[in-house]
């Protein structure tokens, strides 16, 4: 549905490209983001696992354990597997961008950004990356429904640093993801909000939000309800993921794809490739907006 095998086949896979993917973490028991992350077509490449997530608080004392990198719920493993996960010769899933580099920051405990630290985390990990000349694109699938000045102004500051910052438009039940909208902080200006559609094309995922903040849709869900794979927490037996979070990640990689041909060219530049190579590009969509990349006819 988005060419990604023919972008593929004209050698362009993400190489020379940082994504930093902000989420839950990674897990360390999936070698496929620690000492697997090379392997097979994928050589030559970076991976980071970082921490901004603080540890919990009563009355400002520490009352739980320093956080590590590592995934507690499986998300951000997810995320970082349908983003780059390595095409490798062990039989499991591989990623969009596949030859990216990545960063992969647990900087909160699950997608809904409800606690004060978790806004610390994510406001902290936004910081991190916009600050980071090697980073170029940033993911988060993650958000709530409610604004947070903290991350806010933490996206903001990213972006003035030109990087490229792509966010879950939401993910709910079906009979609240009709009429919801776009959440925070992928309904900022500053984010490219990201959402999932069928493979009938133009009927949202079942649990997906919509509206007029999203700018891209990627097809992950099945008439059947089935989901894209990617990485599970261990092993090489591939898991499944929906949601417009998995969209998000997805759209990441596919950014990756065509930056990776382009490694002089700014945010501008990528964006309107992309743009320009959707389904929607001469008549933007009021839920759907630009609607779904051929990645390949963004790349010429």
């Not at 990604?4 to 993400?14: D, E, H």
């Not at 970076?46 to 009563?58: C, G, K, Q, Y």
């Not at 879950?168 to 009709?178: E, I, L, P, R, V």
């Not at 059947?224 to 037996?237: E, I, K, N, V």
Request: with cysteine; hydrophobic share 40%; glycine share 12%.
């Amino acid at each position: 549905y988005h060419s990604v095998q023919s972008a593929w086949g004209s050698g362009y896979s993400g190489q020379g490209v940082k994504v930093a993917i902000i989420d839950t973490g990674s897990s360390d028991t999936q070698e496929n983001i620690v000492s697997a992350f090379n392997q097979g077509a994928s050589s030559g490449r970076t991976v980071e696992r970082r921490v901004t997530l603080p540890r919990s608080t009563f009355l400002g004392i520490p009352t739980g354990p320093v956080e590590t990198p590592n995934d507690g719920c499986g998300h951000g493993t997810s995320m970082a597997g349908a983003c780059a996960a390595p095409r490798g010769i062990d039989g499991n899933t591989v990623g969009i961008a596949y030859s990216c580099n990545l960063v992969v920051t647990r900087a909160a405990e699950d997608v809904f950004l409800d606690a004060s630290r978790e806004q610390k985390g994510v406001a902290d990990a936004f910081t991190w990356a916009g600050g980071q000349s090697s980073v170029k694109i940033i993911s988060m699938s993650m958000g709530n429904i409610f604004s947070s000045s903290q991350i806010s102004d933490a996206v903001k500051y990213a972006y003035n640093q030109g990087k490229m910052i792509f966010c879950a438009a939401g993910t709910s039940f079906d009979w609240t993801a009709g009429f919801v909208g776009v959440i925070f902080p992928a309904s900022m200006a500053e984010a490219i909000a990201v959402t999932g559609v069928k493979d009938n094309l133009n009927t949202r995922c079942d649990a997906c939000h919509q509206g007029s903040d999203v700018e891209f849709v990627t097809v992950m869900e099945k008439s059947d309800g089935q989901h894209p794979l990617s990485l599970a927490m261990s092993g090489d037996a591939p898991s499944t993921v929906g949601g417009s979070s998995v969209a998000t990640a997805s759209m990441a990689g596919m950014a990756a794809i065509v930056w990776s041909k382009y490694p002089t060219a700014n945010r501008t530049t990528i964006y309107n490739r992309l743009k320009n190579a959707s389904s929607n590009a001469s008549s933007r969509n009021a839920n759907f907006g630009w609607g779904r990349v051929n990645v390949a006819t963004a790349l010429l």
